[in-house]
């Protein structure tokens, strides 16, 4: 293979500029292509990953999908709070059952697990595959993120989710066309701050 003849100016602008932007921000109904989603979850698939044990797993929601994951989630929300005893809230059941209808598409991340690779390498590489689809889903100017709500982190979904032993679902990924052409500005820590040399 010849060696790519990569734009280091345009690798640099799209890795500074990408962004997260939330639900206050996307455009409803007004649905993304899914041609592009399935070029972001084909650049999901180039991320580095140990071994190639390629841990990520993905399942895109999108249509009436969207409706059927929001209902499951503020159904399960609402079970939650009644067998575990701890308060229901009608504005979370609310913003569970209404939040993901507002996205274009979302995408469920997970990990699944190889024996003998440290847990570690592969949540950087599910990790990793993921800021490949914000880095794509930046590029075509669109609003997305990445969020760890809802089921993320509930027993009960891990079966509903297929996951297994040290399976883990990681969050969810949520796409749709910007309300605003206004693109939100970055905010980092000088780099003097967080980096050391060591020259001698």
């Known amino acids: 293979m010849q060696k790519p003849d990569f734009n280091i100016e345009e690798v640099n602008k799209i890795i500074r500029g990408r962004r997260?932007?939330?639900?206050?921000?996307?455009?409803?109904?007004?649905?993304?292509?899914?041609a592009i989603i399935e070029e972001l979850l084909e650049n999901a698939r180039w991320?580095?990953?140990h071994k190639l044990t390629q841990p990520w797993r993905f399942i895109v929601y999108t249509g009436d999908g969207?409706?059927?994951?929001?209902?499951?989630?503020?159904?399960?929300?609402?079970?939650?709070?009644?067998?575990?005893?701890?308060p229901f809230l009608e504005a979370t059941f609310q913003k569970f059952k209404q939040g993901p209808l507002k996205a274009s598409h979302m995408i469920a991340i997970m990990l699944k697990r190889s024996e003998g690779i440290p847990l570690m390498e592969e949540i950087a590489a599910v990790s990793m595959a993921v800021q490949n689809m914000y880095l794509t889903a930046s590029a075509h100017g669109l609003a997305a993120y990445w969020g760890t709500g809802g089921p993320t982190f509930w027993q009960e979904a891990r079966e509903d989710f297929g996951l297994e032993g040290?399976?883990?679902?990681?969050?969810f990924f949520y796409v749709a066309k910007p309300a605003s052409d206004s693109w939100?500005?970055?905010?980092?820590?000088?780099?003097?701050?967080?980096?050391?040399w060591i020259r001698e």
């Open 47 to 49: 991320a580095p990953t």
């Open 20 to 34: 997260s932007m939330f639900a206050a921000q996307f455009k409803e109904n007004d649905p993304v292509d899914d």
């Open 66 to 86: 969207l409706k059927k994951f929001a209902d499951y989630q503020a159904d399960m929300y609402k079970l939650r709070a009644e067998k575990n005893g701890t």
């Open 166 to 171: 040290e399976d883990a679902l990681m969050g």
């Open 184 to 196: 939100p500005e970055g905010k980092r820590d000088n780099m003097e701050e967080k980096v050391a």
